[in-house]
């Protein structure tokens, strides 16, 4: 009885170890080239929308968001989650939302008709594009 008790928990230890290093090797390098020149950034607030606008390349929070993803390019992980829009950014073959310590992003490779969603946690998220656009608004 000892020695099956034992085997289980091997058995156990061992799913659970193989589950971590499969999780830990399906992180992904984001594509930069991906991102387009511009985005409806919508601000949601409980649930609601509360502000909307377009920006491009050259706009502080455009610019923000690039450099928060340049910055992060590495450790994205495949996502089935869903998520409540936050900070969201949304354009025809990307949409990506901002949380507090949270990137998620939505887009459609070149070689699939299915999207695919990565998210990360990135520390300041939110604050780094509400500053950005308390700037873009002087």
């Known amino acids: 009885m000892k020695l099956k008790h034992l ?9 659970v170890l ?5 999780v830990l090797g399906c992180t992904q390098t984001f594509p930069l ?8 950034f919508i601000e949601y607030s409980h649930g609601s929308v509360y ?3 377009k920006i491009s390349r050259g706009d502080p929070v ?3 968001l690039f450099k928060i993803i340049h910055s992060n390019q590495k450790g994205w ?14 354009s025809e073959l990307m949409t990506i939302n901002c949380t507090e310590n949270s990137m998620v992003i939505n887009y459609k490779p070149e070689d699939r008709e299915q ?4 998210s990360k946690s990135i520390h300041g998220c939110k604050a780094t594009i509400i500053s950005a656009q308390a700037k873009g608004s002087k």
Not at 33 to 40: A, K, L, Q, Y
């Open 33 to 40: 080239g991906r991102i387009p020149d511009s985005f409806i």
């Open 115 to 118: 999207w695919k969603q990565l």
């Open 77 to 90: 992980a495949p996502d089935i989650n869903t998520y409540a829009p936050l900070l969201y950014f949304k």
């Open 18 to 22: 193989f589950q971590g290093l499969s």
């Open 51 to 53: 502000g909307q606008s």
């Open 7 to 15: 085997a289980s928990k091997i058995f156990l230890s061992l799913l």
């Open 62 to 64: 455009y610019d923000a």
